[in-house]
């Protein structure tokens, strides 16, 4: 299974940015996708998840009602829109494909593509 993330750059605070994981190879529609970010020095943090079958989602209580994950089934894409972002939420930005349930635990998310730069300026 290979992961691309697209769609990060520089956005002012309040505004919009809108990343999309395209997935390829070996993927079964049992898999659980999953957004994480990470700022340098600091853990890996949960941003949210969506179970590919029935679109179960899961969101950490620091996006709830900002961020919207999705998935596309003809795109083969997982889509996170990221609304009234905060300085807060710079990071870089990376999506997972994992086999088991939808979770924040990154330890169960079995490929992980390249990360894209979201940066929010106040």
């Known amino acids: 299974v290979q992961l691309q993330a697209s769609g990060g750059g520089l956005v002012q605070a309040g505004g919009s940015l809108r990343l999309s994981c395209a997935v390829s190879?070996?993927?079964?529609?049992?898999?659980?996708m999953g957004w994480f970010r990470q700022v340098p020095g600091k853990e890996r943090e949960f941003v949210s998840a969506?179970?590919?079958?029935?679109?179960?989602?899961y969101y950490a209580d620091s996006v709830k009602g900002r961020f919207t994950i999705s998935r596309d089934n003809a795109k083969n894409t997982v889509n996170l829109q990221m609304n009234s972002l905060k300085p807060e939420d710079t990071a870089v930005y990376s999506c997972?494909?994992?086999?088991?349930?939808?979770?924040?635990?990154?330890?169960?998310?079995?490929?992980w593509g390249q990360g894209t730069q979201v940066t929010v300026s106040s």
């Open positions: 969506i179970g590919w079958r029935f679109g179960t989602t």
């Open positions: 997972a494909a994992g086999r088991t349930v939808v979770t924040n635990n990154p330890t169960t998310y079995d490929y």
């Open positions: 190879g070996r993927f079964l529609n049992t898999y659980v």
